[in-house]
């Protein structure tokens, strides 16, 4: 049984200025359409054949880490990179990156490796004026500095990697090989022996070239075998989107270079790949991580843009951008890699993949993309000894969101519940390239997963009707050019008669959220804003934070309230007509309409977490005890209130250890045998959380649904930064106003740090007493530095948050862009007095601008409920109707709760929504033959008990009819 993608997916409608007016309708649920139907790509995937343990190197990145606290733990354990480089300790190349600053965060969060560049310690691009110092006696200095800061200063230092060159052939002292080559031998060994002389048993990494240099690769490795100065791991860089083709066969010259020279295989790590076309990219980035993973080499992304985002692959400091969820399933591979086959090989932008199976989990993994075609997995080599007779396949899709645009969990696209044998073909509606999908394959669960079903369509900002606008091409091939869906955007939407319009079809009364993907160059606009109307009529405001310029890209949001059927749309610069919006010169790139039905609510299986306890399908639960746990990723659209409901079962009394981001909820578990769900209402971040579950009793968890709840965020108390009778200022800590455009509520708070005399102290709310709180602080940084030749060199501030007669914590703000653009950032604060008040400042340095702060409990409150179950009367028999065998089924409602129930024979199915306690439902159906053998027929019954969503499965035999 398939279940398709019922979201329509038009993303390349063409304009028909003939109709005035571009008609984008929604299709019915199950009605996906690729964007080229004709043609499909096919991707074999062989699971009986494994080339080796997943490698999962490819995670790797260059100052993909700024601070500490930039960005959260939570999304570094989420995007699990096992190998860094950052710069040389109390180097000065750039702002941030310290690896000493940052390797609490990495190593505590999957980190296995981190490189240093000592290098990087001159602040100058090219290094030292792109001149080898004359008295070279100066840089072997540095190395012995660098190479004591590690040993002395870091918890860690057995796990550095040193990297004396980096890129040496690039400009950077040893560009000419003719007549530098004697030089650069000479200073290697030299940079080499004082390594090793201060640390003996430092590894060391080399050549470091900009790109593949097999004469310096093979003169380099023989100098050092004679001269016993071996790299312990080999490096080069990746860059263009040429190196999709070549990378292999470079990979293979090297290799044949060590075995020609008789050298053992150093493992490789491609310290410096893709471009930024590729970044935030999942459909571009898939490619590089299935090649660097299917050789088995390490590889880290570069740093073009910005440090501390991962290299643009997560939004803000906290959220997850497409590519951030392509990251984390790459995380989640565990087992030995298998055989994958493309319809090519070496081919930039075309559908890649890779895969995996874990016997021992007894999962299997596809991750793949990078075509605008419809995609058919071809599987096979699935054993029946692991997965038993009958799988169960989920498709998930994380959709390209732009570097800046939030994206919450991708959803399933495609389920399909198949035997186990040949070849299964699953077909995809795949139809953006710069999208990515991840196929799971399990023992069949005990219920059929179900496709999102909620509704939504989208368009190409340039494939509306413009008017006053301009379409600019974005060529994606082009390596230093930000990607843009489709390949062009639009842009120039200064004028007050600037719009874009068209018509959609809408399939129900209610909520919609409009978003769109856009750039704002927040340096010279800062925050953006435009109207959308709606037949006419101007209906909401589209709000857009800055960002890095018109080609990176963020996503704004509203909400707008719809009558069914069709509604012309348009987006306007103006609200009334004569006036233009302040900020509205915004590039756009696409648009999406969503229904909203009830509060955002997303259930993650237990059986997808990351753990190495056992996992049991028949109960489609992970088998937790003593010190064993599960980690979630649960994303939050917005930050405020959720219930988090865990959904399990017990064979006796058993306490639920769970912790967000570390911090401890107590008050859950079970006091005797059964299923149940125990519930927290939990103050959330917008973004990632890691979430951890365990049981030291024993508890079979099934899943962790997360539910907004906006009744709860009457519990934060927000207080302004211009409240003077909550916030005394001290020094020269004063309010300002900001120019426009701004998103800032009242007035800013700012000048606060730079001295311990600088700062403001905030009278504790009434009723918020010890325990665990957020702070939630709305601010704006835009410092940065300004002399480096690409990279932005942005500057964390800090924010100190003392309690009188407590401690103090430090959150950490990173750079948003603009000092006129507001964003939100939650730090965790433990409070240990009753009423002690907070001092906000910095000793150290500057403090961020803050327009509002708010306090929020942790937790108000938790719950446990042993599940009803879901329970029904059913009967099956056969009658003969006209000569053709019927199978008649009568199934009464005995749960205490509402259930959709569905009755699926050999001979068809029939559904019913909503049936009422008590209540009987009835279907007969034609086998279409004069004679059937006995059979039974299959109940499924769906409901919501204690605010998660339930199944159970009954059957109902019948008798054969002649």
């Known amino acids: 049984m398939t279940t398709p993608h019922p979201r329509s997916r038009i993303a390349r409608a063409t304009a028909c200025t003939a109709l005035g007016a571009l008609v984008l309708s929604g299709l019915a649920v199950g009605a996906a359409v690729p964007a080229n139907a004709a043609t499909v790509d096919v991707i074999g995937v062989d699971f009986s054949k494994t080339d080796g343990a997943v490698q999962g190197g490819a995670s790797g990145m260059l100052y993909g880490l700024s601070d500490d606290g930039v960005p959260t733990d939570a999304i570094i354990a989420g995007a699990r990179p096992t190998n860094l480089t950052q710069k040389a300790p109390h180097g000065a190349q750039h702002p941030n990156g310290d690896p000493l600053e940052v390797e609490r965060a990495f190593f505590e969060n999957g980190g296995e490796y981190l490189m240093t560049n000592i290098q990087d310690y001159y602040p100058d691009w090219a290094y030292n004026g792109g001149k080898r110092p004359s008295d070279f006696n100066t840089y072997l200095d540095i190395v012995r500095k660098v190479v004591r800061s590690v040993v002395d200063e870091s918890d860690h230092p057995e796990k550095y990697v040193f990297t004396p060159f980096n890129e040496p052939d690039g400009g950077n002292w040893y560009g000419d090989w003719n007549s530098m080559k004697g030089t650069y031998l000479q200073d290697w060994k030299a940079v080499y022996q004082v390594i090793k002389e201060e640390f003996p048993d430092a590894k060391i990494a080399g050549n470091g070239d900009t790109r593949w240099q097999p004469g310096r690769t093979r003169d380099f490795l023989t100098y050092a075998k004679a001269n016993n100065v071996l790299p312990d791991m080999f490096t080069w860089h990746e860059l263009s989107r040429s190196s999709l083709q070549y990378f292999r066969q470079h990979l293979a010259e090297y290799r044949q270079i060590e075995t020609d020279l008789g050298i053992s295989a150093r493992p490789v790590n491609i310290t410096e790949y893709a471009m930024r076309r590729d970044m935030s990219v999942p459909g571009n980035l898939v490619q590089w991580l299935a090649m660097f993973e299917d050789e088995k080499v390490d590889a880290q992304t570069a740093y073009w843009t910005y440090a501390g985002n991962l290299n643009d692959n997560m939004a803000k400091n906290n959220s997850a951008n497409g590519a951030w969820w392509l990251l984390k399933w790459y995380g989640d591979l565990s087992g030995q890699t298998v055989t994958v086959t493309p319809p090519a090989l070496n081919a930039p932008d075309t559908l890649q993949g890779l895969g995996s199976v874990d016997t021992d989990k007894k999962q299997a993994t596809v991750i793949f993309g990078g075509t605008n075609n419809a995609t058919r997995l071809d599987l096979s080599g699935l054993d029946p000894a692991v997965f038993g007779s009958t799988v169960d396949i989920q498709v ?55 496709a999102d079903t909620t509704w939504s369509t989208s368009i ?10 301009t379409a600019y091409n974005q060529d994606p091939a082009a390596d230093w050019t930000f990607s843009a ?9 200064n004028r007050v008669t600037s719009s874009l319009t068209w018509t959609v079809d809408v399939p129900t009364t209610g909520s919609y959220r409009f978003g769109a993907i856009a750039g704002v160059n927040g340096s010279r606009i800062g925050p953006g804003k435009h109207a959308l ?66 509060p955002e609510t997303t259930t993650y299986p237990a059986v997808l977490a990351r753990t190495d306890a056992p996992l049991d399908y028949s109960k489609g639960a992970v088998s937790l005890t ?46 005797k045998a059964g299923t149940w769900t125990s519930t927290a209402r939990v103050h959330l971040a917008k973004g990632i959380t890691d979430l951890r579950i365990g049981s030291a009793q024993g508890a079979a968890v099934q899943s962790v649904t997360l539910t907004r709840a906006t009744d709860g965020d009457t519990a934060t108390v927000r207080i302004e930064g211009e409240d003077g009778s909550q916030i005394v200022r001290s020094g020269a800590a004063r309010l300002e106003t900001p120019g426009q455009p701004t998103n800032v509520s009242g007035q800013q708070l700012g000048y606060l740090g730079g001295g311990a005399a600088n700062y403001a102290t905030l009278s504790r709310p009434a009723g918020l007493g010890a325990g665990q709180y957020d702070l939630t602080v709305r601010y704006s940084n835009a410092e940065k530095n300004t002399g480096h030749a690409y990279n932005t060199d942005v500057i964390t501030r800090f924010l100190d948050i003392t309690e009188d007669g407590g401690t103090t914590t430090r959150g950490a703000f990173r750079n948003n862009y603009s000092w006129k653009g507001f964003w939100s950032h939650t730090v965790p604060l433990d409070l240990t007095t009753t009423s002690g008040s907070l001092r906000l400042g910095n000793t150290t340095g500057n403090a961020p601008n803050i327009d509002w702060l708010a306090l929020s409990p942790l937790v108000v409150k938790a719950t446990n409920a042993a599940d009803v179950l879901l329970t029904a009367d059913a009967t099956a028999s056969t009658r003969k109707i006209a000569g053709k065998a019927y199978v008649a089924v009568e199934v009464t409602n005995t749960s205490p709760v509402p259930v959709d129930v569905a009755i699926a024979t050999s001979y068809g199915t029939k559904s019913f929504a909503a049936v009422q306690p008590g209540k009987r439902v009835s279907a007969v159906i034609n086998s279409t033959k004069a004679s059937i053998p006995a059979g039974e027929a299959t109940i499924t019954l769906k409901g919501t008990v204690n605010g998660s969503p339930a199944t159970e499965q009954l059957t109902a035999a019948y008798s054969a009819r002649n």
């Open 626 to 671: 003593g010190d064993k746990i599960a980690t979630f990723f649960p994303s939050a659209r917005e930050t405020g209130y959720y219930d988090i409901a865990i959904r399990y079962s017990t064979t006796g009394a058993a306490g639920l250890g769970v912790a967000l981001n570390e911090r401890s909820i107590t008050g859950l578990g079970a006091d």
């Open 485 to 493: 869906s489709g390949g062009r955007d639009v842009g120039s939407t």
């Open 533 to 598: 109307f709606v037949d006419g009529q101007n209906a909401s405001t589209i709000e857009y934070e800055a960002g890095f310029d018109w080609s990176y890209r963020g996503r704004g949001e509203t909400l707008v309230q719809l009558t069914q059927g069709r509604h012309e749309l348009s987006v306007r610069m103006s609200a009334d007509g004569s006036t233009l919006l302040p900020g509205s010169d915004v590039s756009l790139d696409r648009f999406d309409l969503t229904r909203i039905d009830g």
């Open 396 to 450: 998930r899709e994380a959709e390209w969101s732009g570097q800046e645009g939030e994206a919450q969990a991708p959803p399933i696209v495609i389920t399909k519940r198949v035997p186990v044998g040949g070849v299964i073909q699953v077909d995809v509606p795949s139809s953006n390239r710069l999208d990515a999908y991840q196929a799971v394959i399990t023992p069949a669960l005990p219920a059929q997963p179900v």
């Open 460 to 469: 190409e900002a340039e494939n509306t009707v413009l008017r006053d606008v």
